[in-house]
């Protein structure tokens, strides 16, 4: 999740690869309690679009489509492999009558792809890794069937946009179909990451990409997205704010403020103060779920 690079114009190498670097620092064993802390509501995101749609008769679309052969999917910056884990768990994919799935792993990070493999549950079958960002990509056109990022592109810059929209379109070949699922402008994920660089003097050219700007990337390159959005929320009580601090400071990628700090200051306490309501935090997510055929 939160994968890729985001380079601002005219800035120094370092800079440049400010967010990637950050967040690759955060997909790792050194911050695994800070990683929990925010599964502890981000899985949510996954059980949602678990839940979204039939996806078991969906994969055996897909698999009539493929015919006799294991299908081929590339998961786009796994992250933990929450989103295979969702589908087994809330998806109804443990039963799908298909082969078991050649199950790719795409990540910058090498621990997310340590820990998106070791999480695979049936039917998905491991099979190649690439530690790279989806913009760097190397592989045949058309090398698979499926591929779907799932609140995994927001670190994705402007202006790479179109590079990793051609990536995903050539991996796909003429037949595959895409699947992302990414936070749209009005979504918790964008509005909150707006309003934190604001309070605390980040880079405005760090901005996460939005669901809208991955849409007009992959229609610049001639692709068709249908496109459904799906509303809810995240959330826990207030006696958990270990918990939505940690999820807060994963939402930036950046653990140096507290939850007490985030609160106290403008314009994020603004945004902040309507999400403890009676008790218990709500993060308002407002998510586009986008099916891409080249």
């Known amino acids: 999740m939160l994968a890729g690079r985001r380079p601002g114009a005219g800035r120094t190498a370092a800079a440049m690869n400010q967010t990637f670097e950050r967040s690759c620092h955060h997909w790792s064993?050194?911050?695994?309690?800070?990683m929990e802390a925010f599964y502890a509501l981000a899985t949510a995101d996954y059980r949602v679009l678990a839940e979204a749609m039939d996806w078991r008769a969906w994969l055996q679309a897909r698999q009539a489509a493929a015919?006799?052969?294991?299908?081929?999917?590339?998961?786009v910056a796994c992250g933990s492999g929450k989103f295979p884990v969702a589908l087994a768990e809330h998806g109804g994919v443990g039963d799908a009558a298909i082969q078991p799935v050649a199950y790719s792993l795409l990540d910058p990070s090498a621990f997310s792809i340590q820990e998106?493999?070791?999480?695979?549950?049936?039917?998905?079958?491991a099979d190649r890794t690439y530690e790279t960002a989806l913009q760097q990509l190397d592989c045949p056109r058309g090398a698979f069937d499926v591929a779907w990022a799932t609140h995994a592109l927001y670190a994705v810059p402007p202006a790479e946009l179109d590079a990793a929209a051609g990536r995903l379109l050539h991996a796909l070949g003429d037949s595959g179909v895409g699947v992302i699922a990414q936070s749209a402008a009005t979504g918790h994920y964008i509005r909150f990451h707006i309003d934190f660089l604001a309070a605390f003097g980040g880079d405005p050219a760090q901005?996460?990409?939005?669901?809208?700007?991955?849409r007009g990337a992959l229609e610049a390159r001639g692709a068709t997205v249908e496109t459904r959005e799906i509303a809810y929320e995240n959330g826990v009580p207030d006696s958990a704010r270990?918990?939505?601090?940690g999820f807060l400071q994963r939402c930036a990628f950046d653990d140096r403020f507290t939850l007490a700090q985030m609160r106290a200051t403008e314009p994020l306490a603004s945004y902040l103060?309507?999400?403890?309501?009676?008790?218990?935090?709500?993060?308002?997510?407002?998510?586009?779920?986008?099916?891409?055929?080249?």
């Open 29 to 34: 064993e050194a911050k695994r309690a800070e």
């Open 67 to 75: 015919g006799d052969r294991p299908l081929r999917l590339l998961d």
């Open 116 to 125: 998106a493999r070791a999480a695979l549950p049936h039917p998905f079958t």
């Open 207 to 214: 901005l996460y990409s939005s669901a809208e700007q991955l």
């Open 242 to 245: 270990a918990q939505v601090e």
């Open 273 to 294: 103060a309507p999400c403890l309501r009676d008790g218990h935090w709500r993060f308002p997510q407002r998510v586009h779920l986008m099916f891409v055929t080249p």
